[in-house]
């Protein structure tokens, strides 16, 4: 069984930069596919990026494309989400996820993922 913790959310103001990493247990990890979602107060969570288990696909949500990438080193067991230009609009609890096996055509969906980690908090201050 894989578990995640997410680590590297934080306080900067809009237009900075910050990198959240997804740090895995387990010999698998390179069997899953990774998803961040997040989560603002009053809001569902929503998907933000994807990344399939070698890192051959990527996705992400039209908010943030061109201002985050998703990478991943297998080696290290850790997913990096890479967030530049961000908005006051992107502050919310940042999760990450796993899931093996699944068909890439709903990496999107949150009910895809059957591990999450704990949640980081990234706040943006205009």
């Known amino acids: 069984q894989v578990q995640l913790v997410e680590s590297g959310g934080g306080l900067v103001q809009a237009g900075g930069s910050l990198t959240l990493s997804c740090a895995a247990s387990?010999?698998?990890?390179?069997?899953?596919?990774m998803g961040w979602f997040r989560q603002a107060p009053g809001k569902e969570r929503e998907f933000v990026a994807a990344?399939?288990?070698?890192?051959?696909?990527?996705l992400y949500a039209d908010s943030v494309e061109g201002r985050f990438t998703l990478s991943r080193d297998n080696a290290k067991n850790t997913v990096y989400l890479q967030m530049n230009s961000l908005k006051p609009e992107d502050t919310a609890v940042y999760y990450c996820?796993?899931?093996?096996?699944?068909?890439?055509?709903?990496?999107?969906?949150?009910?895809?993922?059957?591990?999450w980690g704990q949640g980081t908090q990234v706040t943006v201050s205009s």
């Open positions: 387990g010999r698998t990890f390179s069997s899953y596919a």
């Open positions: 990344i399939s288990w070698n890192g051959g696909n990527r």
């Open positions: 996820a796993a899931v093996s096996r699944a068909p890439w055509e709903v990496v999107r969906e949150r009910d895809t993922y059957n591990l």
